[in-house]
């Protein structure tokens, strides 16, 4: 077993420091690689990497089928990752997952989304509370700032939650009017800031933050302690504001930029542009979006529908 744990613990580091993958990559391959190893202590099997075949394979899937189907397509894909780098390093000969396939089927869902008038009612939230920061404590002054740039920048660029969370003070630049955004993969892309309310606020933000941010903190955002603001603390922020807007939706970043590139296909942009914005890396991901909500569906059937050309009733007699 030692041989297989120290395998994965190269496959780890070789992700980290040669890769540059992100915590929550490596986290997550180290949650589904340490389960493909206590795997084998259940069944008490000492085993190598070059003795794993297909058949040891399927049983392990077999035992991971209970799993959401996201879940399960995330494993599967770290054990992947996993065999490929083994093969690359020479450790094993053929990979077994060339010789196996295994299909898991994820339901089809629609995004949920915001209307444009829920996401007006969120904005008239947060900036409504700037109202009253002025009497409030310096730090509430800087919390309530920091909320809505943290909005703003989510809705603006569609970024993932993670994306906004690793922001670096390096990668925004006011003046020109645009972020550095990392990725999935440690892709970049560049995202342009245009309104200029919304970069009147960060600008706020940028300059309270200077009394606040730990020297060692290079995110943009920060926390009480002056350190980076997690995934987490963004969720309560969406969370939180979304409740005092009483959105009755279950509202996280995420749904952010499902709402920005459903809002965007419904303002005639090029289904390309919104791909290259949102970072994703196949068009095919994007088309989710292609989807229309009902009320644009009920005014483009009722305004452009061909059957409006004619009527029955004038022929009835």
């Known amino acids: 077993m030692a041989t297989l744990e120290k395998d994965i613990a190269d496959f780890v580091s070789h992700c980290r420091h040669e890769k540059k993958l992100s915590d929550k990559t490596l986290k997550c391959y180290q949650i589904d690689l340490t389960q493909f190893v206590r795997f084998f202590v259940g069944e008490d099997e000492q ?25 399960i397509k995330r494993k599967i894909a770290s054990l992947k990752a996993f065999f490929n780098f083994m093969e690359f390093e020479d450790k094993i000969t053929v990979n077994p997952f060339r010789k196996i396939r295994f299909q898991v089927r994820e339901p089809k869902r629609l995004p949920t989304v915001m209307t444009q008038l829920e996401v007006k009612k969120i904005f008239q939230t947060v900036y409504s509370s700037k109202i009253d920061a002025a009497n409030m404590s310096s730090y509430r002054k800087f919390e309530i700032i920091r ?34 955004v990392i990725g999935k993969g440690n892709k970049e ?24 941010r730990d020297v060692s903190t290079k995110t943009f955002f920060v926390n009480r302690l002056g350190n980076q603001l997690s995934d987490q603390s963004i969720r309560s922020i969406v969370k939180n504001v979304s409740k005092a807007a009483a959105i009755n939706k279950h509202i996280t970043p995420h749904i952010f930029r499902h709402s920005l590139a459903t809002q965007l296909l419904e303002e005639g942009v090029d289904i390309k542009y919104i791909q290259i914005i949102l970072g994703h890396s196949s ?20 305004d452009k529908h061909p059957r409006r050309k004619f009527s029955m009733s004038e022929n009835a007699t």
């Not at 943290?150 to 009017?177: C, H, P």
């Not at 560049?190 to 200077?210: D, F, G, H, P, W």
């Not at 095919?284 to 059937?301: F, P, R």
Request: glycine share 2%; charged share 25%; hydrophobic share 40%.
């Open 283 to 302: 068009i095919m991901t994007t088309q989710i979006y292609t989807h229309v909500n009902g009320e644009k569906q009920k005014a483009i059937l009722t």
């Open 47 to 71: 085993i190598n990497v070059d003795q794993i075949d297909k058949s040891i394979l399927r049983r392990y899937l077999h035992t991971i089928t209970d799993y959401k189907p996201k879940t």
């Open 147 to 180: 909320n809505i740039a943290v909005i703003e920048l989510l809705f603006a660029t569609g970024v993932r939650v993670s994306e906004l969370s690793y922001l670096k003070q390096d990668n925004i630049d006011l003046e020109a009017g645009f972020i550095k």
């Open 189 to 212: 892309r560049i995202i342009q800031i245009c309104n200029r309310e919304m970069v009147s606020t960060i600008y706020e933000y940028s300059n309270l933050a200077k009394n606040y």
